[in-house]
Structures are given as structure tokens and as C-alpha cells.
Nanobody
Framework: VQLQASGGGLVQAGGSLRLSCAAS????????AGWFRQAPGKEREIVGS????????YYTDSVKGRFTISRDNAKNTVYLQMSSLKPEDTAVYFC??????????????????WGQGTQVTVSS
């Protein structure tokens, strides 16, 4: 499966953005999907993940209550809705997918398929 992330940009603190991850080549419903981010000088970290059906989600503590992952399997797309953005959310955001089971979804190495990343910059 090939993944294409889009929707990043520059936003003021407190604002919102919605990222999209369009899949091609394979049906995205076959995969657990995740969003990760990497800030300059830092390691790539999990933002959240969503199960194949979309009924189960996982979020890292720092984004709980602010970010929402969803998916539209009919459109072969996964979304990351980000609200109440903070300057510390500034990073390159990546979507990823794994054909594995819903376990250890926060672990970067479990994901075999990655999009190219989209920059999110939050100004204070």
C-alpha cells in the first residue's frame, strides 16, 4: 500500500488542522493505521492509531482530548483532526500502516508502510 499525507500548514496556537492520508494500491481497511510526528532533533513518536474497522483508537497522552483519528474506508483515507493546537505540536506528521494485529500500536517499528510526511507549524 502507498500512503500520501496532506493537509499540513501554518496555524496559530489554539487553531485547528485536519490531515489526510490517502492510500493507494491496496484497500486501507486491511491495515491498522497510525499517525506519527517528528520534531527537529527528536525521535519520531506516536500520535495515535486506529483499528481496521475504526471502532478502536489509541492516543498518546499529550494529544488526548485535542486530536481525533478517523477513517473512511470507502474513500481509502485516514484522517487526523487536530484542535487546540500548541507550539509543541510543531513537527512533521507521518501516516503509517501495518498489516499486523492491534497490539503495540505505539511502536514505530511495527509499521511497514509510511507516507512522506507533512509539516505542521504552530505559532505562538
Amino acid at each position: 500500500v502507498q500512503l500520501q499525507a496532506s493537509g499540513g500548514g501554518l496555524v496559530q496556537a489554539g487553531g485547528s488542522l485536519r490531515l489526510s492520508c490517502a492510500a493507494s494500491g491496496r484497500t486501507v481497511s486491511n491495515y491498522v493505521a497510525g499517525w506519527f510526528r517528528q520534531a527537529p532533533g527528536k525521535e519520531r513518536e506516536i500520535v495515535g492509531s486506529i483499528s481496521r474497522s475504526g471502532t478502536v483508537t489509541y492516543y498518546t497522552d499529550s494529544v488526548k482530548g485535542r486530536f481525533t483519528i478517523s477513517r473512511d474506508n470507502a474513500k481509502n483515507t485516514v484522517y487526523l483532526q487536530m484542535s487546540s493546537l500548541k507550539p509543541e505540536d510543531t513537527a512533521v506528521y507521518f501516516c503509517a500502516a501495518t498489516s499486523g494485529m492491534w497490539t503495540q500500536v505505539e511502536v514505530t517499528s511495527r509499521y511497514a508502510y509510511w507516507g512522506q510526511g507533512t509539516q505542521v507549524t504552530v505559532s505562538s
